[in-house]
Structure formats: C-alpha cells, structure tokens
T-cell receptor, first 111, second 115 residues
C-alpha cells in the first residue's frame, strides 16, 4: 500500500508555533503537497516539496526528507483563522501520477 | 479566468439511480482526479487520468465509472452499484509548471445526497 500517516488532531494557542508531521512509504515517491481545508470547502494548496529541505512561504513552511519518508508543515504566529484541517498528499510514480492523501490533521487554535 | 468547475454544487438523487458529476478545467493540465470525502475523513481516490482516453482506478473505484474523451473534461458517474454514494466529491487537476514543478488545484466540489 501507500500509507500516509499524520496525527488526527492538534491544539495550539493563538500566536504560537505548531508543527504537523506526515510520514509516508518512500517507494515511487515523486513529490509531496500540503493543503488547508476549512469545513465544507475544497482544499486549498499550501506547499509542494520534491527535494529535501525547507520551503518557506510567509507564516507557513514545509520540510521534506525523502530518505526518511517524512515531512512537516510549520505554522508560525498562529491566528484563529488557521483552525482547519491540514492534508498531506504524496504523488507517486511520475509527474502526473497517483496523488494519495493522508487522513488530515484537524488543528484547533485557541485564544 | 482559469480554473476548475464542478456542477452542480448540491445534488439529490433517489436510491438506485445513476448520476453523473461534471468536472471541467481550462488550466491545460494533463492529469485529472476524482476524490470522495466523507464527514470527518480524508480524501479517497476514486479514479484518475494522466492523459486523454486513458484512466486508472484509484483505491475505491467500485460502483463508479469515468471517461476522458477531452483534456478539459473528466465526468464521474456514480452508479447504483455504489452502496454508500452520499458524500462530498472533489475533482482535481495537476500540471507540470516547468522548473517550478507541479501545480495542483481543486474544484469547489459537489455534495451528493442519495435519498
């Protein structure tokens, strides 16, 4: 199979930093995506990693280690509107191949 | 305006009827995907297509069918064989954006309720 694992739920405080981890099976790996999804809405793209290292985009950063089959999404200066589900997805086998999602991590930001 | 359209946003059908969900894109992306999402759960892959006139089963293809006659269109038919069709259905596309790598987008989704 192509299991992708992430924590089910996380809670953090407004203004803090939170790290959401994602692990996956490395065979056939061709890229990793992070998305944000608010309840009842479609996911929106946050980041894409295909090489090892950290990609920074404003308050959000994403890290990838291909050899370890591991990624994390880092959210800084948390705001209440960051309360959402965060989905990790892995692209297998080719540039436009099979895109598989993890179960998602529901993040609750508290005042 | 470039993007993905799915229609309708809400769809109601009687049990035992087939229903077709539309997905159209003008992003010139080669790959298109259909996912199903149940309440409180992640996205599960139903079918995907990397090129016109070709498509592959995802993890939960039973009870569904697709076609890819045009690059822009990837309709999904939910057949009467699908035992629990009520769900939120999402269409997505992916394309290669040169050295920047892949770009990927979702449509707004169709919420199907079978009565």
């Amino acid at each position: 199979g192509q299991n992708i694992d992430q924590p089910t739920e996380m809670t953090a405080t407004e203004g803090a930093i939170v790290q959401i981890n994602c692990t996956y099976q490395t065979s056939g790996f061709n890229g990793l995506f992070w998305y944000q999804q608010h309840a009842g809405e479609a996911p929106t793209f946050l980041s894409y990693n295909v090489l090892d290292g950290l990609e920074e985009k404003g308050r959000f950063s994403s890290f990838l280690s291909r050899s370890k089959g591991y990624s994390y999404l880092l959210l800084k200066e948390l705001q209440m509107k960051d309360s959402a589900s965060y989905l990790c997805a892995v692209l297998f086998s080719g540039n436009t191949g099979k895109l598989i999602f993890g179960q998602g991590t529901t993040l609750q930001v508290k005042p | 305006d470039g993007g993905i359209t799915q229609s309708p946003k809400y769809l109601f059908r009687k049990e035992g009827q087939n229903v077709t969900l539309s997905c159209e894109q003008n992003l010139n992306h080669d790959a298109m995907y259909w996912y199903r999402q149940d309440p409180g759960q992640g996205l599960r892959l139903i079918y995907y297509s990397q090129i016109v006139n070709d498509f592959q089963k995802g993890d939960i293809a039973e009870g569904y069918s697709v076609s890819r006659e045009k690059k822009e269109s990837f309709p999904l038919t939910v057949t009467s064989a699908q035992k629990n069709p009520t769900a939120f259905y999402l269409c997505a596309t992916m394309g290669v954006r040169g050295r920047e790598g892949n770009e990927q987008f979702f449509g707004p989704g169709t919420r199907l309720t079978v009565l």
